[in-house]
């Protein structure tokens, strides 16, 4: 299983688990602004997914030292040739920040706020007129729908291969044209050369790996740097001078 999805805590917030978000104070309403229980948040993602047949494999939850902003990862039982779902979540009842959800199979979330994926299936300001259930349904409609492309992109990135020269060349513009942090490049490059598959998606699981090294900001900013480049870069090449054979899968997401 590929695990492609990251939540980072690092100074000014705390891991906590999701019975930890019942035990939260949530302030009153006003009139123009409705706070959301962190755990009315993920009850309500989790039932929707359910009515689709859809659970929760695994969660974290992470929360700033007052209480009042939560971020999370809710990993779902949807993979694709072993790489596995997920959804970044994100709520504020300081009114610091809307309340966001974004899905992919990569999904990033920093205990800054920021999330990263392939879509943003939800963001939603705090208003009194903010039905939650609604919402959230109508989010995980999006993700569902957009299940089918990331299926295409995934078999698009494992169908492209590259020589060594090629991938060397991405590495370097990689580097130059999206702005990545440089001391990372040689520690990419070394990683290219003790991978087997030389596929744009085994070039992108290098960049993945290496960047992990980062501190979490940085992480963020990278990560979400290299998903662009790399998604540009899989639109633009002619498959059928690359085309790897690819056997049929016999999975299928519902």
């Known amino acids: 299983m590929d695990r492609t999805s990251t939540l980072l805590?690092?100074?000014?917030?705390?891991?906590?688990?999701?019975?930890?978000?019942?035990?939260?104070?949530?302030?009153p309403a006003t009139e123009t602004h409705q706070p959301i229980a962190h755990a009315s948040?993920?009850?309500?993602?989790?039932?929707?997914?359910?009515?689709?047949?859809i659970r929760l494999e695994r969660s974290e939850f992470a929360i700033s030292k007052d209480g009042m902003k939560m971020f999370g990862l809710l990993e779902v039982n949807q993979e694709y040739d072993?790489?596995?779902?997920?959804?970044?979540?994100?709520?504020s009842n300081d009114k610091s920040m809307r309340l966001g959800m974004v899905a992919g199979y990569r999904v990033f979330v920093c205990d800054n706020m920021a999330l990263s994926g392939d879509f943003n299936p939800l963001l939603a300001k705090h208003t009194k007129n903010l039905d939650l259930i609604e919402s959230v349904s109508m989010g995980i409609d999006r993700i569902q729908r957009g299940w089918q492309p990331?299926?295409?992109?995934?078999?698009?990135?494992?169908?492209?291969?590259?020589?060594?020269?090629?991938?060397?060349?991405?590495?370097?513009?990689?580097?130059?044209?999206?702005?990545l942090p440089v001391s990372m490049f040689g520690t990419v490059a070394n990683e290219y050369e003790t991978t087997e598959n030389n596929t744009l998606w085994d070039l992108e699981q290098c960049f993945t790996d290496?960047?992990?090294?980062?501190?979490?900001?940085?992480?963020f900013q990278a990560t979400s740097k290299l998903g662009k480049f790399i998604g540009k870069v899989g639109r633009t090449i002619d498959i059928p001078?690359?085309?790897?054979p690819v056997e049929p899968l016999d999975n299928d997401l519902n």
């Open 241 to 244: 001078h690359y085309v790897i």
């Open 9 to 27: 805590a690092h100074c000014g917030t705390t891991k906590v688990d999701r019975e930890f978000l019942l035990k939260l104070d949530t302030p």
């Open 150 to 179: 990331m299926r295409e992109e995934i078999d698009r990135k494992r169908q492209i291969r590259l020589t060594d020269d090629e991938a060397r060349l991405l590495i370097y513009k990689a580097f130059a044209v999206s702005g």
């Open 210 to 219: 290496s960047f992990k090294r980062l501190k979490p900001v940085n992480h």
């Open 41 to 53: 948040l993920v009850d309500a993602i989790e039932e929707s997914l359910a009515f689709r047949h």
């Open 82 to 91: 072993g790489v596995r779902f997920a959804i970044g979540l994100r709520n």
